[in-house]
T-cell receptor
């Protein structure tokens, strides 16, 4: 059983650009949640996908969007990047809704 | 809306000494409480969780926490720390059964002094 894997591990983008982050869920997990962790802060919930549908969203603007694919892997897309988007982005997958979530190691995004 | 306050941003402790990391929460409904650990350049690992039942919860690596509803607290304790416990610790709350859609505190950095 493989764990949650995220790619890339590090990324540098310029303000105004767009970025796509990827998450491969743990085997058999159909629920994926994304979190943003700014430096020195706790993670903040962005949104969750369950069986390819968005299932809850935190306080993030529409330029943060996501997808979940039939194999339950997921993408986080951020448009019009701002300097404050620099953070560690964490993906967590769970077997079903309302079960324990397992976190990946994250993608560190730096916006310059 | 729910929120979590971790009262100490940094806690230095001598090796083999006991430690308590404090966490208070606020919520208008019943909550589920969690402690996570984050080692440098790593994701989050679940230490323990309170969903219902006994207010004293035991987790991995010798940690335990006590849920106190009247004081809205969920403090994390370990009777004897080890160098390997050096990490960032996050308290989190969820209104969903399980640990999805978590609201995290700002974290406590635990430093173990040899």
């Amino acid at each position: 059983e493989t764990g949650v894997t995220q790619s890339p591990t590090h990324l540098i983008k310029t303000r105004g650009q767009q970025v796509t982050l990827r998450c491969s869920s743990q085997s058999g997990h159909n629920t994926v949640s994304w979190y943003q962790q700014a430096l020195g802060q706790g993670p903040q919930f962005i949104f969750q996908y369950y069986r390819e549908e968005e299932n809850g969203r935190g306080n993030f603007p529409p330029r943060f969007s996501g997808l979940q694919f039939p194999n339950y892997s997921s993408e986080l897309n951020v448009n019009a990047l701002e300097l404050d988007d620099s953070a560690l982005y964490l993906c967590a997958s769970s077997l079903e809704q309302n079960t324990e979530a397992f976190f990946g190691q994250g993608t560190r995004l730096t916006v310059v | 809306a729910q929120s979590v306050t971790q009262l100490d941003s940094q806690v230095p402790v001598f090796e083999e000494a006991p430690v308590e990391l404090r966490c208070n929460y606020s919520s208008s409904v019943s909550v589920y409480l969690f402690w996570y650990v984050q080692y440098p350049n790593q994701g989050l690992q679940l230490l323990l969780k309170y969903l219902s039942g006994s207010t004293l919860v035991k987790g991995i690596n010798g940690f335990e926490a006590e849920f106190n509803k009247s004081q809205t607290s969920f403090h994390l304790r370990k009777p004897s720390v080890h160098i390997s416990d050096t990490a960032e610790y996050f308290c989190a709350v969820s209104e969903d059964f399980g640990n999805e859609k978590l609201t995290f505190g700002t974290g406590t950095r635990l430093t173990i002094i040899p």
